[in-house]
Structures are given as C-alpha cells and as structure tokens.
C-alpha cells in the first residue's frame, strides 16, 4: 500500500515538472521582453537629450578647462586678454586756468578724437600735464601737451568670456534653472546609459568594471591626496 502511494507521488511530482519549466520559461521569456521593449525607448530618449546637451556640454567643458589652467593663462585670466597701445590725438584744447573745466575739456577732446561714446567713470590729474580716464577696464593715459595717448586695459577673449560667465553662473537667476536641467539631464544620461546595450558589454558584463573605474578615479584621488 505504501509503495503505491510512494509511486502515485512521484508520478504527480513528474507530471507537474514540465508545467513548472514551463511556467519559469515562461516568466524568463517575459522579462526579457519586456527589457526588449523598453531598452528602445532608454536608447531613443539618451540620445535626444544626447543632443540637446550637446551646446551646453561643449560650453561647460571648454570653461572648465580654461579655469583649470588659470595660472597658464597670461595676467591669470582665461576671461580677458590684456593689451597696451599707444596713440596720437594731436593738439588738445589749452589751460585756461580753471582745473576742473580744463580736464573736462581736454577729457571731451580725447574721446571725441578716439571715437569713445562711453562715458568716463572718473577723470583726475596724475602730474604735471598728465590725466587719467578711467573705466571699466580700461584706462587712457593722456599728456596733455603733447597729445600722447597710452590705452591700457583689457579685452574679453572670444566665446571664453561668455562661457565662464555662464559656468560660473554669474548671470540673471534664471540661469539657475538651466543650469539645474543641464546637470539633472548629465545624471539621465549617466544612469540611462548603464541600460543601453544588453549582454557581455552591457552593465552586467564589460560595464560593470568600466563603472567601477569610473567611481574609484575620484574616490582614490581624495583617499589618496588626503581628501578636502
């Protein structure tokens, strides 16, 4: 009677094992369509948003690069270019006697001659014949007895200056958001391209070392110079 039963069991249990492979085949098959379906997806959304942060990458790039090599820049300064020239205005309207409407006088004199709409933001005797227009980087040296000019200052570097100015969010408070969007869209692109390509040289192969190289570079760098 035992051994009955005993066989009754084990026939059951052999008749349900294709039903169970089945079903886990089954689950196996779902999962890995469901990953074909949405892998596509991942892909088409990493690549434009690729895109669009394609501008904004390039200007954050070449920004860090230029302030990560400060000292290499001339005068320290990725953002402007230092420059001195030397001009002649000729004859500049003589003394009078009153100071203050003498300097406004030949100050008035200069730009006109220069071309300069700006106006000065200060103008003051330096010596004997010699006054000084200042502004915003810029500052004109003039001797007024002979006309000599000696035009210092400083000139934005092109596409640097607006990119430091941006990276270093220096502008209007909306910036902010943009630059939020920016490193919210690096994180996607980062996290979705974990999920880009399956197999070997996806995450679960080549890619999880590749990470791992990734995360130890800034890890070993603080360890190792003795961190912050």
Do not use: C
Request: aromatic share 8%.
């Amino acid at each position: 009677m035992v051994d009955a039963r005993a066989e009754a069991a084990i026939e059951a249990d052999e008749r349900a094992a294709p039903a169970e492979k089945a079903s886990a085949g089954r689950g196996a098959k779902t999962a890995k369509s469901a990953a074909a379906t949405v892998r596509p997806w991942v892909r088409a959304i990493h690549r434009d948003i690729g895109y669009v942060a394609v501008g904004l990458t390039v200007v954050y790039a070449v920004s860090g690069l230029a302030v990560n090599h400060l000292t290499d820049w001339k005068d320290g300064d990725a953002s402007f270019v230092s420059y001195s020239i030397e001009r002649q205005v000729g004859a500049l309207p003589a003394p009078t006697g009153d100071d203050a409407a003498d300097d406004r006088a030949v100050a008035a004199a200069v730009l006109a001659k220069l071309g300069i709409r700006e106006a000065p933001r200060e103008t003051y005797r330096v010596g004997e014949g010699l006054l000084d227009l200042t502004f915003d980087k810029r500052t004109l040296h003039v001797e007024t007895k002979t006309g000599r000019v000696v035009d210092e200052g400083q000139r934005a570097r092109f596409f640097l200056r607006a990119a430091n100015w941006l990276h270093l969010n220096r502008g209007k408070k909306a910036w902010t958001y943009a630059a939020d969007a920016y490193a919210a869209a690096l994180l996607f692109l980062a996290f979705s391209g974990l999920f880009t390509i399956p197999g070997r040289k996806g995450l679960f192969g080549r890619g999880s070392v590749l990470v791992g190289v990734g995360v130890a570079l800034p890890v070993a760098y603080v360890v190792l110079s003795g961190g912050p």
